[in-house]
Each structure stands twice: as structure tokens, then as C-alpha cells.
């Protein structure tokens, strides 16, 4: 029994650490109904992420079929990568509208040039969360440090280089002051920090943030395409029970009536 408890102790003590290194997370305005922001999400997703990161359990068609968009759409605007032929070194031909959302970049080249492989992103949403997510990509500020010259609130250290810059601007990581130029302090005494920006990008923070929204929106489908449908589903079949139920006990009533 004690050697029990003591494993059980050991598998905790994970969760404990994360626990004690969680920040503070920003809601995510996720709505998987919402085509225009599923589209959006689509098209900043393979502009800004499929060129290192795969999504390689999901499929162009069926991200077409799902997004309400015709095989030509998804061709000219969501399907920018080629099949390559590495024993060659030369670009192949352009992939086809059933193949899977791959890249390129090789996991050992991955880990060559980030420090780490590089992840799939199509199960992300479901093992990090949208709001995880969300505050990830918005979280970004300047550290000349890093290799890339920038880190992160969200994931300290991130081997990633904010890949978003332009449409975000630069951020810097500074001790939150009050309304006397007081630097704030938690009550651990520790100083408290907050992001402030330095540079403008092309977009607004409103319309970052926005379009931030709409990427995660996409990798949340992309993680569970079927999403929707199923609680349609299942909405359906609890209504089937409901009056199913109803009717058997009409039933049951009816038969035991004269039985006293």
C-alpha cells in the first residue's frame, strides 16, 4: 500500500510543477461555426505556420469541403507548398488537392535550426487549449538573448521566432508602474511585469488580436473536424431519448392501468 501511494505520488508531482508555472491565460473567442473566421484562420495558417510546422493529419480537401470552399479556391489560395525530392535536392510537383498538409522541412533539420524538432500542429489546439494558444501568440516580446531575439510569457525560452512580427509589431517585457511612477510589486515582492509595444506592425492591436483569434479558431477545427457535427448529433439523440422516454412511460402507464 505504500509503495502504491508513494507512485501515485511520483506520477503527481508533474502536474504540481505545471500548476505552479501556470500564467495567466487570456480568452480565446472560439466559434467553429463561424466560416469567415475558419477561412481567415486557413489562410494565416498556411502563410504563417506551414512553411516549417505540418498539419499532417488533415487534408486540403477536407479543409475545402469543411470551409465551404471549391477545390479551385483551395488550390490558388491555401496551397503553397510542393512536394520535394531530397535525394535530388529539387522541388517536385505541386501536391494535389487530396494530399496531406506536409512540408518540407525534415525533422532533423528542424532540430538543427531550432534547437528541438519541430512540432505537428494538427493536435495542438487539443493538448495546449485555444486560450493557451491564443495568449501564446499574443505574448510575444523582444530578447536579445534568444537566438531568434525573441521570447515569450506563455512558454519561457520558446525556441520559436515570433513569425508574426509584422502583422503584430515588437513588444518589450518591462515593470508595470502606477499612476506616481511606482514600479508595482505582487506580494511575494516580486516586480510585476507587462508587455508594452515598440514598434508598430500592420496591424492594430484590435486586428491582431482579432486575426489571432481566427488562426486559433482554425487549428481548434483542424483538431477536431468533426466537432460540430457531433454535437449536433448529439443534441439530436438527446432529444430522441427525451421523447422516447416519454413514450415508454405512456406505454408502461397505459399496460399497468387496470393492474392494482
Not at 149 to 171: A, C, I, Q, R, Y
Not at 176 to 203: N, P
Request: hydrophobic share 40%.
Amino acid at each position: 500500500m505504500k509503495k502504491k501511494l508513494i507512485t501515485c505520488l511520483l506520477l503527481c508531482l508533474p502536474l504540481f510543477a505545471h500548476a505552479a508555472g501556470d500564467v495567466h491565460l487570456e480568452k480565446a473567442d472560439i466559434n467553429l461555426e463561424n466560416k469567415s473566421s475558419l477561412r481567415h484562420g486557413a489562410k494565416l495558417f498556411v502563410n504563417y505556420c506551414l512553411s516549417c510546422h505540418s498539419a499532417s493529419m488533415m487534408r486540403y480537401s477536407r479543409v475545402g469541403q469543411d470551409l465551404g470552399l471549391t477545390d479551385d479556391q483551395v488550390l490558388d489560395n491555401l496551397m503553397f507548398v510542393a512536394n520535394f525530392d531530397f535525394d535530388k535536392l529539387e522541388e517536385g510537383e505541386a501536391k494535389k488537392i487530396g494530399e496531406l498538409m506536409t512540408v518540407a522541412l525534415r525533422k532533423e533539420d528542424g532540430e538543427k535550426y531550432f534547437g528541438t524538432p519541430v512540432p505537428d500542429l494538427t493536435l495542438t489546439a487539443r493538448a495546449k487549449g485555444a486560450d493557451w494558444l491564443y495568449t501564446y501568440l499574443t505574448t510575444f516580446y523582444v530578447d536579445s538573448k534568444r537566438p531568434f531575439g525573441v521570447n515569450n510569457t506563455t512558454f519561457s525560452n520558446v525556441g520559436m521566432p515570433h513569425v508574426l512580427w509584422e502583422l503584430d509589431g515588437l513588444k518589450d517585457r518591462v515593470p508595470k508602474k502606477d499612476a506616481d511612477g511606482k514600479v508595482m510589486k505582487d506580494k511575494d515582492g516580486h516586480e510585476i511585469m507587462e508587455l508594452v509595444r515598440i514598434t508598430e506592425g500592420t496591424m492594430t492591436d484590435a486586428e491582431y488580436k482579432r486575426a489571432v483569434t481566427d488562426l486559433v479558431n482554425f487549428m481548434v477545427y483542424m483538431a477536431e473536424p468533426i466537432k460540430v457535427e457531433r454535437q449536433r448529433t448529439g443534441i439530436f439523440v438527446m432529444f430522441f431519448l427525451i421523447i422516447l422516454f416519454l413514450l415508454a412511460y405512456l406505454l408502461k402507464k397505459e399496460y399497468w392501468k387496470d393492474v392494482h
